[in-house]
């Protein structure tokens, strides 16, 4: 009989590990290792935090969890840098695509299409049942 029951993640991933090296090769060739590692960047001003950016270099790409810019701080160029930051962090694996997710009509959208982001998905009833857009971009 299978049950179903509450794993720690730690001790889990010998057995994940092991997986999906098989799915990788069958979905991506022999010799694909799955690769991740993840980043925290902060902007500050007279050592206050003025601005972060969290998210993760995934197997050729950059996504972005989280960017945000303290309220009296915004329209100077900070959340600018912080995404340029995260793109030259991906550019350290050579990663291609720098892509995140945005709400349907946030004043943000404007500013990601500013530096370049493109939207390539929409989807409906996600957050609080809200939409929300996939943006990516290459990087160069």
Request: charged share 30%; hydrophobic share 40%.
């Amino acid at each position: 009989m299978i049950k179903i029951v509450i794993v720690d993640k730690e001790k889990a991933m010998d057995f994940n590990e092991a997986e999906w090296q098989e799915v990788n090769k069958n979905h991506f060739g022999p010799g694909v290792k799955w690769n991740t590692t993840k980043f925290a960047f902060k902007a500050t001003e007279d050592n206050e935090t003025v601005g972060l950016i969290f998210g993760k270099h995934e197997s050729g790409t950059i996504y972005v969890s989280n960017i945000i810019v303290a309220k009296e701080k915004r329209r100077q160029g900070i959340g600018t840098r912080l995404i340029k930051e995260a793109e030259k962090f991906g550019k350290k694996f050579g990663d291609h695509k720098i892509w995140l997710i945005s709400g349907k009509h946030y004043a943000e959208d404007l500013f990601f299409e500013k530096l370049g982001f493109k939207k390539e998905a929409f989807l409906p009833d996600l957050f609080f049942h809200r939409g929300f857009f996939v943006y990516t971009k290459e990087i160069k």
